[in-house]
Nanobody, 116 residues
Framework: QVQLVESGGGLVQAGGSLRLSCAAS????????MGWYRQAPGKQRRWAAH???????NYADSVKGRFTISRDNAKNTVDLQMNSLKPEDTGVYYC??????????WGQGTQVTVSS
């Protein structure tokens, strides 16, 4: 199994930036893709971005051009740099990891609040 711990959330004004980090432990050698989902208040959790073990990235249209996902395989971390933040980016951000022969693992979530 893979354990994930997120950090880096907080309160920021619209137009500002935040950087989220997620550290993986456990069966890390089996991890393929890692990424982030987010859940706005009263809404379903939605995919935001992911990165494969080879470094291929994909982004939801709502964050493309503003968010950048990166991964350090040596440190077993995945980061999400969020720029030009908007109030609609407010929510709980969850890190995930897909590992071979394991169900998807989730972090506990970190709150991001963007004030207008």
């Amino acid at each position: 199994q893979v354990q994930l711990v997120e950090s880096g959330g907080g309160l920021v004004q619209a137009g500002g930036s935040l950087r989220l980090s997620c550290a993986a432990s456990g069966s890390i050698s089996s991890i393929n893709a890692m990424g982030w989902y987010r859940q706005a208040p009263g809404k379903q959790r939605r995919w935001a971005a992911h990165i494969t073990s080879d470094g291929v990235t994909n982004y939801a249209d709502s964050v493309k051009g503003r968010f950048t996902i990166s991964r350090d395989n040596a440190k077993n971390t995945v980061d999400l740099q969020m720029n030009s933040l908007k109030p609609e980016d407010t929510g709980v951000y969850y890190c995930f990891a897909d590992a071979v022969r394991n169900p998807r693992s989730w972090g506990q979530g970190t709150q991001v609040t963007v004030s207008s």
